[in-house]
């Protein structure tokens, strides 16, 4: 029963990771197909197994048989995953296929068992559970191959990755290379743990010169770990699981002739006729949407055309708002700091500092010279 519910609980978080990925969608398209692939293989391994601890191997039996092999797949996927994360330049080559051949060689392998019949594999799985299935001289030698293939992609995947802090620690990405390298080197550690729990087993299983279930539940125990760690991170830092290449400092557009002209009439439009800086809770951010353009872009522009940074710019507005509703007589019953208000200083401290700033005097000694 445990190891059922096991099976089941990293089948079901395994399949709501992926469909999260789907769903939310990404600027890197092949890290995210990668990782869910990989969540894919361990989905797989866990169902084949999760066959044989229930009825549906009186159904299905032939399903038992669907991870055989596909530990020659983690290897490959982890390595391409790596360089899709770290490399912008990074894009999938048909040649890129060729990793995968040993593969696709145990699948043409595994033929002979999909077609046995039902009675061979309820009698296969039977001698299985009951840890009396002897391990052939091929089998040894295809496990050894597995073990050793996905030593040397951790190997290779490790160094490329310690390398990248070299090639690619200078890119000035918003989720940095630095946050890249450390959840790659993460994820290795699992896989590499993954590698020493099956290595270990396969020497275990040597030793006796019989399969034991029990060893290929603990297989699945941290295949399921894997899955739940990457729920863990994506839970953490969504935008790392397969994270985009946008620069966390773009070039700024050059507001020269028309362009320029466009956006000056836009913002004069705003404040003017709009009169957006009544709005007290007034942000850069919320201006440079209404201009849709990225906010250190009208921060420059701002200070290019205008000559005033965003704040002093917006309260320079403000000011010249308080001034010329102060003697107005609908305004007579409002107190100095009413109109303040009103026409968007938050706090009598901000409106007196940027009032003094931009007139060199106090709101009530301006409002007595009138």
Sequence with gaps: MFWTSLFLISIAQGIFLISLIVVRGTKNPIASKLIVALLALMILTNFGYLVIRTDMRNYFPQFFAIPFGMMLLFGPLFYFYSRSVLDNSFSWKPKYWLHFIPYFVQVILNIPLFLMDKTNWLDFISVFLAGDLTIRITEKIIFAVQDLQLLAYLIITFRWIQNAKTNFGNAQYIISITARVRWLQKFFYGLALFLFTVFSLYVFILIHGRYNP????????????????IAYELVLNPELISPDFIQKYQAYMQFDGADGEKYIRMIESLMTESKI???SELKLQTFANELGLPSHQVSKLINEKFGKTFNDFVNEYRVQEFISRINKPEFQSFTIYGIASDVGFNSKSSFHTAFKKITGKTPSEFKTTF
């Design 277 to 279: 800086f009544t709005n």
């Design 214 to 229: 029990v060893t290929n539940y603990i297989y699945t125990l941290i295949s399921s770990g894997i899955i739940y760690f």
